[in-house]
């Protein structure tokens, strides 16, 4: 239980907690903006990672494939918020939920259709792949320090779009009012294309860059989705600061528990024990944080209706 | 000319004869050909399918529906088979957990079970059945035989890996059986897990010489992909479930030099095999993986109990099986008491193929005459 490897596992978790801000910050906008559960958020990042995968399999390009796959989210998002979401605003939270979930199956079903059940061939471009020794001999991937420096830059940019940008105050007005940005004008049916399709297109993002890390397949967006979920509550549902704050408090504590509920548990437990009880409840340790952060603050750590 | 009519009609004659056995007979296969993990379904379709058209038989009816990975539906399309179709055999379930949802209703309702893929150690223990047949292996088979292969490869300190679910641990318990020597480390995973930088952070702190894992599908292209890309330079072994022929090829050069456990190889060298893989290359334009071969052997072996009598005839048609009197692919095939095949485990090794893409190698024989460890807790 050395130091490098404790600031290895906190990459580890930094890098995990950016991409599930990728993820997350999309879902919080669109419900937070329209008051949307979208559940086929998980279809956006399987689309783009799909779109990546054909097309730099065609380019030989990864960066002309990332592209490709931002767009293809983003479009996709787009024709769906036309066709279909548009539909749900009214409508209660159970049939939004339940039409986004067909979603999910028309996607899946979709891709299947498409590209056939096998998982497509992804990989970080050969300038990204090998590892890069850090201060103190930790070694560590590069393509994961890229991954966090993608995460930072988002954000970063997230939060100039939102506080300094016309888009950025009409999406903060949707958020407070949803119906006096109407009746002072704005165009409310464009503004939740854009939103959403935003939304399409970090997902997307997230499922690019973690697909050539991964393996690019259809359901790969589900597992992500329940943690980005849980990522939303604990962040407080509609703010994209709490998606930031939740996201790397996941990513983190995931990762440590992890790699030391295990080693914890073998101080008081016959190893082979103390390696399924450390597993099994490494895999709960989310959750459970999720419940203690709710039971004191309801709301979510930064709740954006107040 | 006249001759020629007379000839045609005794053939036509002598087919029906030995045909006859076969009529009306339903076999209803339930597999998973849609969801995370539907090429293992796919496959075991098609090389079922394929022995089925070889063999010209069109009394058989073969009715194929998707599980979707679901124990509950796959359960329902079994009554479904049972009591709307009235199918004499079932087959096709790949994944464990399913085939102990399915299985042990099926044969208590007197239907045939084959199983083409999944292999429960329940199923071949205190829960087997006269009418339970396995075709393929018991789950343990492959992760034993890597056990064996590792310890006289001469691997000293081994850290093994599993997620954190039955198959998985039974994997790591078969491993351990057949390895007789202790581990550096056994590590578990989440189900579905995709990200294994805390993982590959702690192989590389330990001192092992070697890592064994075992994690199928999605999860263990998502795991080669992020080892190749950490620097840890230690050999790695597995079971063909994480190294099929569709798998490899979405791992890409990460998987090259991997060494897995298998009971067939596409370079096996028998006459069967070679007709098999070329004639399904011919079929499907792709490299069959296990669960083809496992599709086919299982096809072939109702095909010809089916010759010797129909499932009506239970007593008859069971002995049939049991005998297992078919050309498998792997070569050599016999049954154990309990239904599961006592059979060679082949190593294959990861290479470059000649179009530049990943495939395995036949390097040799693992271990021989593997039979599972539960059979003595069977009774039949």
């Known amino acids: 239980m050395s130091v490098t490897l404790l600031i290895e596992q906190l990459l580890n978790g930094v890098q995990l907690g950016t991409m599930l801000f990728l993820m997350a910050s ?159 004008g704005v165009n409310i049916a464009r503004l939740y294309t854009v939103v959403f399709a935003l939304g399409a297109a970090l997902a997307g993002l997230a499922g ?99 | 000319m006249k001759n020629m009519t007379r000839l045609g009609l005794g053939l036509l004659l002598s087919s029906s004869v030995a045909m006859a056995q076969a009529e009306n007979v339903k076999i209803g296969m339930i597999t998973t ?31 194929i529906q998707d599980d979707a990975n679901r124990p509950d539906l796959a359960r329902s399309l079994a009554n479904e088979f049972m009591q709307r179709d009235d199918v004499d055999i079932l087959t096709g379930i790949i994944w464990s957990n399913l085939a102990m949802a399915v299985v042990p209703s099926v044969t208590r309702q007197g239907t045939f079970y084959l199983s083409p893929n999944a292999g429960p150690s329940d199923l071949a223990g205190r829960m087997c059945h006269e009418n339970y047949f396995n075709v393929a292996y018991q789950n343990d088979n492959l992760h034993g035989a890597m056990g064996a292969y590792m310890r006289e490869e001469g691997y000293e300190r081994p850290i093994i890996m599993a997620p954190n ?87 890409g050069s990460a998987a090259i030099g991997a060494r897995n456990t298998s009971l067939w190889a596409y370079d096996l060298d028998n006459e069967t095999n070679h007709r098999f893989v070329d004639s399904f290359r011919e079929a499907y334009g792709r490299t069959p993986t296990l669960y083809a071969a496992q599709g086919f052997d299982t096809a072939n072996l109702i095909l010809s109990a089916l010759e010797v009598a129909h499932p009506d005839d239970q007593d008859a048609f069971r002995e049939a099986l049991r005998a297992a009197d078919f050309d498998s692919v792997r070569g050599e095939f016999r049954f154990g008491p309990n239904h599961h095949p006592i059979q060679d485990i082949y190593v294959r090794e990861v290479v470059e193929g000649d179009d530049g893409q990943p495939t395995n190698r036949l390097l040799g024989i693992a271990i021989e005459d593997i039979q599972d460890v539960y059979f003595e807790q069977c009774q039949m």
């Not at chain 1, 944080?289 to 603050?297: E, Q, S, Y």
């Open chain 2, 33 to 63: 050909l849609s969801g995370g993990g539907s090429h293992l379904g796919v496959d075991v379709r098609d090389g079922f399918m394929l022995a089925m058209e070889q063999s010209g038989q069109d009394e058989v009816e073969v009715l």
């Open chain 1, 208 to 306: 690019a860059l973690v697909g050539a890390l991964q393996s690019v397949q259809v359901g790969m967006g589900e597992p992500v989705l329940i943690l980005a979920f849980v990522v939303i509550v604990i962040g407080g549902i509609g703010s994209i600061k709490g998606a930031l704050f939740g996201a790397l408090l996941v990513g983190v504590v995931d990762t440590l528990g992890r790699v030391y509920l295990p080693i914890f548990f073998r101080a008081f437990m016959p190893p082979s024990e103390a390696t399924g009880t450390g597993a099994a409840l490494a895999a709960m340790l989310i959750y459970i944080l999720m419940a203690v952060i709710l039971a004191f603050k309801p709301k979510g750590l930064f709740s954006a209706h107040d």
């Open chain 1, 26 to 184: 999309g879902l919080t906008l669109i419900f937070g903006v329209m008051g949307l559960i979208n559940l086929a958020h998980g279809s956006f990042y399987m689309v783009g990672a799909y779109a990546t995968a054909a097309v730099t399999a065609s380019t030989g390009s990864f960066l002309i494939g990332l592209g490709a796959g931002i767009t293809a989210a983003a479009l996709v998002g787009a024709l769906v918020e036309l066709l279909v979401i548009r539909r749900l605003y009214h409508r209660p939270h159970l049939d939004q939920v339940l039409a986004t979930f067909a979603l999910i199956l028309i996607f899946s079903e979709g891709t299947r259709w498409i590209f056939g059940s096998s998982p497509l061939w992804l990989s970080p471009p050969s300038w990204l792949t090998g590892f890069v020794t850090l201060p103190g001999g930790t070694r560590y991937p590069l393509y994961r320090l890229m991954l966090i420096g993608v995460g930072v830059s988002i954000s970063i940019a997230l939060y100039l779009l939102i506080s300094r940008t016309r888009l950025g105050m009409r999406i903060r007005a949707g958020e407070s009012d949803r119906e006096m940005i109407g009746a002072l």
């Open chain 2, 165 to 251: 679910y039955p198959a998985g641990t039974d994997a790591l318990a078969g491993f351990k059986h057949l390895y007789e020597g202790d581990v550096v480390d056994e590590l578990y995973t989440q189900m579905g897990q995709t990200d294994y930088a805390a993982e590959i952070a702690q192989i590389r702190a330990s001192d092992a010489d070697s890592l064994f894992f075992f994690l199928p599908g999605g999860m263990g292209i998502s795991f080669m992909k992020q080892w190749e890309s950490s620097g840890v330079d230690i050999p790695i072994f597995g079971a063909a479930f994480s190294f099929d022929e569709i798998l490899i090829k979405a791992v």
